[in-house]
């Protein structure tokens, strides 16, 4: 396994991205967003470090990127950022030995933009991206509704429940379908975040979606700990979790 660390793939100094790339060639890619709640506290690419390694390992590229966050950045420049990094990884990692099979994912603030790239397809488009191009989805604890972070900015309640053009939920429906799609979510996790994973999938259903493509898994745990936790053999949970979903496709 090898570590390309802070591989620039735009111009501000927060888009960048740390590559894990396995020994052995012609390999898919998983583009990883972090967690934090798009606030500069300390969380960074380096939250996936356990995961990418793990995965890298197991003969899967990942590339967890760094994206603008709060008080510098709003709205939707961290969407944005992410559409990037899943363009130039799109793009770039052929040029490392990739496959060009690409899979997307994220936890807890990571885990609301990879719906977002999921289910509103401007993100994507606006990068020349079709949405097929993406092999899969990996969303992990996120925010389904408008962002907490997203209404703090906006000067509303945080704890309030809105579905508007900022909510992954709010464009399901917009496309004819998606790529497949696994979710994760605690039994113990933030207020409210169980119920509204449930909410996501019990629209996809309602809408008509072909649920043999889409998958759930509850963790029993607190939000997002699995992360960065480790088994009893050394190795990441999350990871594994990955590793056994992506092998299914």
């Not at 990418?52 to 420049?77: F, N, Q, T």
């Amino acid at each position: 396994m090898k570590k390309l660390e802070n591989v620039a793939y735009g111009l501000h100094p927060d888009q960048i991205m740390d590559i894990y790339l396995p020994d052995a060639a012609d390999f898919p890619t998983f583009v990883y967003f972090h967690g934090g709640g798009f606030e500069i506290t300390g969380a960074t690419k380096t939250k996936g470090e356990f995961m990418a390694a793990y995965l890298a390992e197991h003969g899967i590229a990942v590339v967890c990127v760094e994206y603008r966050k709060y008080p510098e950045a709003a709205y939707p420049d961290f969407i944005r950022d992410c559409a990037a990094a899943t363009a130039w990884a799109h793009q770039h990692m052929p040029e490392y030995g990739g496959s060009g099979k690409l899979f997307v994912g994220g936890s807890s603030a990571g885990g609301y933009a990879s719906m977002m790239l999921c289910f509103d397809k401007r993100w994507l488009a606006a990068y020349k991206l079709p949405a097929d191009a993406i092999a899969a989805y990996l969303h992990d604890a996120g925010q389904p509704t408008t962002h907490f972070n997203v209404l703090r900015e906006r000067g509303v309640d945080s704890r309030r429940v809105i579905v508007d053009d900022a909510a992954p939920l709010y464009h399901i429906g917009e496309a004819a379908e998606y790529p497949p799609m696994h979710f994760v979510v605690s039994d113990d996790d933030i207020a409210n975040r169980y119920e509204q994973t449930m909410l996501v999938l019990g629209t996809l259903k309602h809408l008509g979606y072909d649920m043999s493509r889409v998958s759930h898994q509850v963790m029993h745990s607190k939000h997002c700990r699995y992360v960065r936790e480790l088994d009893e053999n050394g190795e990441s949970v999350f990871g594994k979790l990955a590793l056994d979903y992506f092998t299914t496709l």
